[in-house]
C-alpha cells in the first residue's frame, strides 16, 4: 500500500522503480527521502547492496545503524548520482518481518544525521555543486 502522506527528510523506505528503463533504477529497493512536504512527490536517493567499481564522491557507504535491522547484515550504498523525483504513490513502508501467522509488520527508519548530510554532499557532487557547501566557523 503506497504511503498516503509524504515522509520526513531522511526516512528510508520501499520504492517502486517499476517501468524505470536501465541503466536506471528498475527494481524495488529502499531509497532515503530528501525532500520535505512536496504534494504527490519526493525526491529520493536509492540505496543499492552492490559496492561502486569505483567509489566516488557521490557514493556513500551508509552506517549499519542507519538501515532498518533485516538489512545490516549487508554493507550499502546511498548511489547520490542515482537521485530522482518519484510520486508518492511508488513510495511504501518496509517489510520488517512476519509474525508466525504469517502476518506482516511494516515500519519506516530513519537515517542518522550524518548519513543524510553525506547524502546531501553527494547529491552536490553529482551536480557539480559541491563548492558550494558553507563551512561552520
Known amino acids: 500500500m503506497p504511503l498516503l502522506s509524504h515522509p520526513h527528510r531522511g526516512t528510508v523506505v520501499m520504492c ?9 533504477m528498475t527494481k524495488n529497493r529502499l531509497v532515503v ?4 512536504k512536496r504534494p504527490q512527490i519526493a525526491t529520493v536517493v536509492p540505496i543499492s547492496a552492490t559496492e561502486p567499481n569505483t567509489i566516488e564522491n557521490w557514493h556513500h557507504e551508509l552506517d549499519k545503524k542507519s538501515l532498518p535491522q533485516r538489512f545490516r547484515d549487508q554493507r550499502s550504498w546511498a548511489k547520490c548520482d542515482m537521485v530522482t523525483t518519484v510520486s508518492l504513490s511508488r513510495l511504501d513502508r518496509i517489510m520488517l518481518r512476519k509474525n508466525k501467522y504469517g502476518q ?3 515500519g519506516i ?7 543524510l548530510e553525506a ?3 553527494g547529491v552536490l557532487e553529482t551536480f557539480g555543486l ?6 561552520k566557523k
Do not use: C, K, M, W
Open 119 to 121: 547524502i546531501q554532499r
Open 104 to 106: 506482516r509488520t511494516y
Open 33 to 36: 527521502v530528501l525532500t520535505h
Open 16 to 24: 517502486n522503480f517499476a517501468g524505470f528503463q536501465p541503466p536506471e
Open 109 to 115: 527508519h530513519q537515517v542518522s544525521n550524518e548519513d
Open 130 to 135: 559541491a563548492h558550494l557547501i558553507l563551512t
